[in-house]
């Protein structure tokens, strides 16, 4: 069974920076996408960005463009992932609880990856506050 681990959140000032990790494991296949997921109060739950484990290809929401980046560590071992998410000039809009997600063999490119609806494994949260 896939399960991911989320941490990292916490409060941090507008334009500052803050590391999100999602360790996940449990894969039987090599072909596994790893997401992050925002929700903020009140509103529904958004894609930021995600990554394949197959090829390492990423892909962001237009809002984090330039500002986050996603990354995973350089182990071997396909049944399990570290993905870190680098989010930096952060802006109030970015609070919200992080979620990572996995899935296998996603397909639809960008639209694929970036749908909520593709991921089958969720993890726990992580807050994120951006205020001063």
């Known amino acids: 069974e896939v399960q991911l681990q989320a941490s990292g959140g916490g409060l941090v000032q507008p334009g500052g920076s803050l590391r999100l990790s999602c360790a996940a494991s449990?894969?039987?296949?090599?072909?596994?996408?790893i997401a992050w997921f925002r929700k903020a109060p009140g509103k529904e739950r958004v894609a930021v960005s995600s990554?394949?484990?197959?090829?390492?290809?990423?892909?962001?929401?237009?809002s984090v463009t330039g500002r986050f980046t996603i990354s995973r560590d350089n182990a071997r071992d396909n049944t399990k992932a570290t993905v870190y998410l680098q989010m930096n000039s952060l802006k109030p809009e970015d609070t919200g609880v992080y979620f990572c997600?996995?899935?296998?063999?996603?397909?639809?490119?960008?639209?694929?990856?970036?749908?909520?609806?593709?991921?089958?494994?969720w993890g726990q949260g992580t807050q994120v506050t951006v205020s001063s």
């Open positions: 997600a996995a899935a296998y063999f996603l397909v639809g490119g960008r639209r694929g990856a970036l749908s909520s609806g593709q991921y089958a494994y």
């Open positions: 990554i394949k484990n197959t090829d390492g290809s990423t892909h962001y929401a237009d």
């Open positions: 449990g894969f039987r296949f090599g072909d596994f996408t």
